[in-house]
C-alpha cells in the first residue's frame, strides 16, 4: 500500500484530497497546515508522496521534507514565484515531481487544442478569460497562464489584462487575459480566437473541485511508478 501526506490538509481542496486518496487505497500518515506545517521539516513521517494544495509560504518545508524522506512530491499550489518553480523543478534530480497549475484532464486537453488552434489559425486576435469564485486570491489564474503559454509559447507577444477609456484599436499580435470573479464558481476558462467573421471559442467548466482532485491522485499514482524527474501533467498523463 502507498503511502501519503497532505499539505494544506484543512483547506477545501486538502480535505477532498484526503479522501480521494484514501478511497483510491492510500494510507495517509498525516495532514499538515499553516499551525503545524513546519514540522515537516524534521519530525513528519516518512511517506511515498506529499500531495501540496496549500500556499507558497509553505513549499520551502515541502522541499525540505521530499529531501529529507525521498518523497515523490505532487504540487497543485498556484501562486508561486519563478524561482520557486526553479526549486521544484532542481528537486526533480532526486526525486519524482509533478507540478500543475490545474489537475483536471480535460483542461490537460484544452491547453493541447488550444496550442493547436493557435498555430493553425496565426494572426487571429486571441483573448482568454477566467472565471472563479470569489474567494480566490491570485488572478490571472494559473491555468490562464497556462492557456496563454499554450498560445504564446515563447512569449513574446504583447499582454493586456484590461481595457478602459480611449485605448485605441487593438494591437496587432496583443493577448488579452481576463480574469472574472464571483459566487461559487469552481473554474471557467474561454479561449477566444477572432478572425475575419468569424470566431473559434474553446471553453472548459468545472462543475466541482473534485475534478482537480482526481487529477492529482491519478498523477500520484502515475508518478511513483516513473523513475526521478520533473514531469509535466499533460505529458505524465496523456503521452
Given at each position: 500500500?502507498?503511502s501519503?501526506i ?10 477532498l484530497v ?6 483510491r487505497?492510500?494510507a495517509v ?5 499553516v499551525d503545524n506545517?513546519?514540522e515537516?521539516?524534521e ?5 511515498d508522496?506529499?500531495?501540496d494544495?496549500s500556499?507558497?509560504?509553505s ?10 524522506t525521498g ?5 497543485g ?12 523543478r532542481?528537486?526533480?534530480?532526486k ?11 480535460g483542461?490537460?486537453?484544452?491547453r493541447?487544442v488550444?496550442?493547436?488552434a ?6 487571429w486576435?486571441v ?37 478602459e ?17 464571483g ?7 474561454e479561449v477566444?480566437?477572432?478572425g ?7 471553453t ?24 526521478p524527474?520533473f ?9
Amino acid at each position: 500500500m502507498a503511502s501519503a501526506i497532505v499539505v494544506g490538509a484543512e483547506g477545501r481542496m486538502g480535505r477532498l484530497v484526503r479522501e480521494t486518496l484514501l478511497e483510491r487505497g492510500f494510507a495517509v500518515l498525516g495532514g499538515y497546515d499553516v499551525d503545524n506545517v513546519a514540522e515537516l521539516d524534521e519530525v513528519a513521517p516518512a511517506a511515498d508522496v506529499v500531495v501540496d494544495f496549500s500556499a507558497p509560504a509553505s513549499l520551502a518545508h515541502v522541499l525540505a521534507y521530499a529531501r529529507r524522506t525521498g518523497a515523490a512530491v505532487v504540487s497543485g499550489t498556484t501562486g508561486l514565484a519563478d524561482d520557486q518553480l526553479a526549486e521544484l523543478r532542481a528537486l526533480g534530480k532526486k526525486n519524482r515531481v509533478v507540478w500543475a497549475s490545474n489537475y483536471s484532464l480535460g483542461v490537460a486537453v484544452l491547453r493541447r487544442v488550444t496550442a493547436v488552434a493557435a498555430e493553425a489559425l496565426a494572426g487571429w486576435d486571441v483573448e482568454i478569460v477566467e472565471t472563479h469564485h470569489n474567494q480566490k486570491v491570485d488572478a490571472p489564474s494559473g491555468t490562464a497562464k497556462a492557456l496563454l503559454a499554450a498560445v504564446d509559447p515563447t512569449g513574446e507577444r504583447p499582454v493586456v489584462g484590461g481595457r478602459e477609456g480611449i485605448c485605441g484599436p487593438r494591437v496587432p499580435g496583443e493577448i488579452g487575459v481576463h480574469a472574472v470573479r464571483g459566487g461559487t464558481v469552481a473554474g471557467t476558462h474561454e479561449v477566444h480566437l477572432f478572425g475575419p467573421d468569424e470566431e473559434v471559442c474553446l471553453t472548459h467548466r468545472a462543475t466541482s473541485r473534485q475534478i482537480f482532485v482526481t487529477g492529482a491522485v491519478a498523477a500520484a499514482e502515475r508518478l511513483l511508478a516513473r523513475e526521478p524527474g520533473f514531469y509535466d501533467f499533460d505529458a505524465l498523463m496523456l503521452g
